[in-house]
């Protein structure tokens, strides 16, 4: 089938931000696709151009040469690189590029008559497929419960607290269990007289300049924590400032080793700055038997930076957001390499979220290690555990 008409229009995101949401026809076929956005984001990143810079070239850049090809989501993502022609999309947008692409994949899942994780599935770059294992994989939940950072403010030092839940096995009853650890964490700080707000991600954040009490408090209700430092946020000329105290990379690793030593910590997401290789060399040697090391600014969804990172030792599992690198085609590159390699996944929205809940049927469709999906507040992160919920249904019936 081909595509028949292609539009974008501006959509706000969580953050009421302008973004952009693509629909595209294949004849009684029609699926749409919005993009969201980062704010501590990697400097390897593609760029994404203005909200209205995207849609026009959408409309009239692409739609106009989209119109009459065959809904196919590899050919199609060719198509716009090579329309393109830059190694950063900053010709047509990142965003602009990803909100066709996932609209393409969505439209011929559709013209198949499978559910999008299904499809996604036959693609081929699931960690079961390869053991020969066909069951399906459900992500572990690293869902964000307090927020710190430029998602807060640096009301915390860190940019995000998570509870992690669930084994791979099944979702419904992990998000009912991180409802309610949710709702007790409110209760808690409330009683300890926090003042609190709420971050980017929907999680709460208060103010504190104590570098463990975050840590004192989620680990009385929950054994399984992960972290997302997003190093990069408050790295200036060399040093990691904390508390308007100054850190060498070597410090800092100090902090970390103390902090898995003493609370339940499984995973640590840019525990250093994207260029301080050393750092993560040295926090993957000390620690990376028993937590995650993950990459995200570091590596942003990028072959080539997953290849380096992994081939160095730097890291032991990469984060996965579709938008930095800007195409579907990829992403499944990404995360195929990082699973050929024996790397976990995680699959991540942006902390300005749109309702696609695209990165629900990605995780389940890759068999991804986990899903960064934020609190359980907020309607754009909502979309993806209801949508997660229904992937499970959908499982049954299969
Ligand atoms: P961002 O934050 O979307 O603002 O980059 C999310 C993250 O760092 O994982
Ligand atoms: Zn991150």
Redesign the pocket.
Known sequence: MEVTSCHAYKINDSRGDETLEVEMFAGEFSAKASV???????SREAVALSADEAIKNVNEVVAPQLVGREVNFSEIDKFLLELDGTENKSELGANAILGLSIAVLKLEAKIEGQPLWQYIQSLGCSTSKDSGDNSIRFPRLFANVLNGG??ADFRLPF??YMFVLGNGLNVAGPVEQLKVLFEQLGKKLKKNGKEIKMG??GGFSFKSDNIEEPFDILSELHNKLAL?V?GGEFFENGKYRIFDKEYSSGELLEIYENLVKKFPIVSI??PFSENDFNGFKQVMEKTGEIVLIVG??LTTTNVKMIEKTIEEKMINAV?I?PNQIGTVTETLEAIQMTHKAGLKTII?????ETEDSFIADLAVGVGAYGI?AGAISQLERMTKYDRLIEIEKEVGKC
């Open positions: 969201p956005s980062g704010k501590s984001t990697g430029t998602h940019q995000e980017d991600e997302d997003a997401e840019d995200d600014d984060l957001k991540s929205h942006r902390s300005g960064k």
